[in-house]
Each structure stands twice: as C-alpha cells, then as structure tokens.
C-alpha cells in the first residue's frame, strides 16, 4: 500500500504561518499606543508678602506629597498646554483678601476662592494651601482633558481698598520767627492740617495753619511792654513728588491775635491796659521740602515770609508823653521745622 503524496504547497506553510505570526506581532506593537507619561508637576505663581508665600509653599508642597506631586514656583504661569504639568495655581494677596485659583494645564479655571486676611498670616497661608489642594484633587478626579484651543490663565487683579479722592494730612513744628532788630529770633510752635488733590504731578492744595510765637519784652523808663501773638494763616498752593521728596509752595494770608501786657512800677495798674488783644492782619508767601522716610510720614522744612501792610508802632502814652517800645518789622521771616503724617492718602 503506498502512502499518498503530499502537495507541494504543503511544505511552505511552517514557513508561511511564522512570518504570519511576525507580522501580527509587529501590528499589535504599532496599533497598541506607548502609555503616556506620568505628570507630576504643578506650576505655582505667588505674588505678595514672601514670608507669607514661603509659609504656603511649605504647606502646599506637604498636602501634594501623599498625591506624589511636585511644587515648582514660576514667576509668571506660562501661556499654552503643558503636557508635563498635571496643574497651574495662583495665589495673589492683596490688602484685605488672599485669592487662591486652580487652572488646567491649558489655562480653563478649576476653582477660585478670596480668604479674607483677618487673624494670624499663618492661618491664611494654610487655608490657601488647603483651597489649592482641594482644587488640584477635583482636576486630577476629573475627565480627562479634550484637545482644544490653548487659552493662557486669567490675569487676576487683586481687589483694592477704595481710596478717598484728596490727601489729608497733619503737621506739628517748632518755629524762629522775626520780630525786629532786637529780637530777630522769636521761638514759637505750630500745627496745620493740609488738604491735597491728586490731579497729577503738580497737585493743588490749601493748608489751614495755627502758630504760637513767644513773648517779646520791651522795657521803657517807666512802663514795660510784652507782646505774644497766635496766627492763622489760609496757604492756598501746590505741591509735586519727586522720589521721597515733596515740594510745596503756596502764598495767602490771614490773622495775628496780638496779646499786650503792660506792667510799670511807678503807674497804678488800674491806669494801664491790661491784656489788650489786637487782630492784625497779614499776608505770606511759603515754600517747603519735606522727606518722607516712609509713605505716610515726613520731615519739614520750610520758610515763610509774613507781610504786615500796617507797619505797626508800639507806643506807651505817660502823661502826655510819647514813648516808643516797638517798631516790628513789616516783613518778617520765619523759619518751620517739623514732622508730617498723612491721615488719608489718594492712591
């Protein structure tokens, strides 16, 4: 009995299933994609008091550590998809509130949160934490992203304080002040409270003004004089900024209460005057420089020129006799030295 012959296509199929094989092998190699590649990064931008975003950073980096992310702090959150970040957090703190937000990693807002910053800045800083953990938790818990147009993250502008529309502020001095030949240093103090518009580079303003200047003494033959004076001056004028520096000038008037005394050893005093009070009035002019070491306070130095139109003459009338005491000059100059605070301040 002889075995029946095999075709001869029969010895090409070992050949013809192994290269079938090779090549469903290299098929699935190519149609299975490479699994992506782990993010674990979060872009962190922080803009406020460094002692405040070291605090938050230390905390943030503690609450993603469990989700084996890593911090990494930029100064600007960068425009476009990233896809070696899992997430982008910004916290901005401003004067009353600390705003926490939670980006995608093409910039679409995940969470935004404002904390208002009253109470220990430790405790703000990790309430921020625990806002941007939250927030990167939702993200990762999420779908996955659909490609789309890439939008940078929101600019945030911290909410402001309103701000009154003028300057107020006070200021305190002791003065030198002129009073003639004999006495051309008269020691006084003085105060004001100046109202500033913040029109620009040249602001204008007005400063009410009170000052004290010491007694003069003039001594007659028979009687004796002593004058002390509280002025008032309205300065309308304008003042600019240049660094820590501010300049001011102004030029107006106002009032000298003149308070006269008269003693005399040989005349009762039931014939002399007794605290006779004189308003007198004046011009002036000012100009100033003052150095603020800080925004709110300032140095002052400044000089003004008091214009008496009157030209006044101190005269004692003893039994029919003229006797002259003072003759004060008409233009006296004094000399401010002093501090400055600022009550409210434009911005």
């Known amino acids: 009995m002889h075995r029946a012959r095999r075709p001869a296509w ?3 199929l070992p050949e013809v299933r192994s290269a079938f094989a090779s090549v469903v092998l290299v098929a699935l190699l190519f149609a299975v994609p490479a699994r992506a590649t782990e993010t ?32 990494r702090r930029v100064q600007e959150l960068p425009v476009g998809i990233d896809d070696e970040i899992a997430a982008r957090v910004r916290v901005v703190w401003s004067d009353e509130v600390c705003v926490v937000e939670v ?4 910039g679409q807002p995940v969470r935004r949160k404002e904390l208002a910053r009253q109470g220990s800045p430790l405790v703000i800083s990790e309430s921020a934490a625990l806002v941007a953990h939250v927030g990167i938790q939702e993200l990762l818990l999420s779908a996955p992203r659909e490609g789309g147009t890439s939008m940078p993250p929101p600019m945030v502008t911290a909410p402001t304080t309103p701000r009154a529309p003028i300057d107020v502020s006070i200021a305190a001095w002791f003065q030198t002040r002129s009073w003639d030949e004999r006495s051309p240093f008269v020691f006084g103090a003085g105060s004001e409270v100046t109202v500033a518009l913040p029109t620009g580079a040249l602001r204008p303003s007005a400063s009410l003004v009170v000052a004290y200047q010491g007694p003069v003494v003039r001594e007659g033959s028979e009687v004796s004089l002593s004058m002390q004076a509280l002025s008032i001056r309205l300065l309308p004028g304008a003042r600019t900024r240049v660094g820590a520096f501010e300049f001011e000038a102004g030029i107006g008037g106002g009032l000298d209460l003149m308070i006269a005394n008269t003693r005399s050893p040989v005349i009762p005093r039931s014939a002399l005057i007794q605290d006779r009070v004189d308003a007198a009035p004046f011009f002036s002019a000012m100009a100033g420089l003052r150095f603020h070491p800080t925004p709110s306070s300032g140095v002052l130095l400044r000089v003004l020129l ?23 000059w008409a233009v006296r100059p004094m000399i401010q030295l002093g501090f400055s605070f600022d009550l409210v301040r434009a911005p």
Request: charged share 30%.
């Open 306 to 328: 008091d214009v008496d139109p009157a030209r006044r003459r101190y005269v004692a009338n003893i039994s029919g006799e003229q006797t002259l005491l003072a003759v004060p």
């Open 40 to 71: 674990t990064l979060v872009q962190f931008e922080a803009r406020g008091p460094e002692t405040d975003v070291e605090a938050l950073r230390v905390s943030l980096e503690d609450w993603l550590r469990p989700l084996k992310l890593t911090l």
């Open 10 to 12: 029969s010895r090409w």
């Open 103 to 106: 980006f995608k990693p093409d």
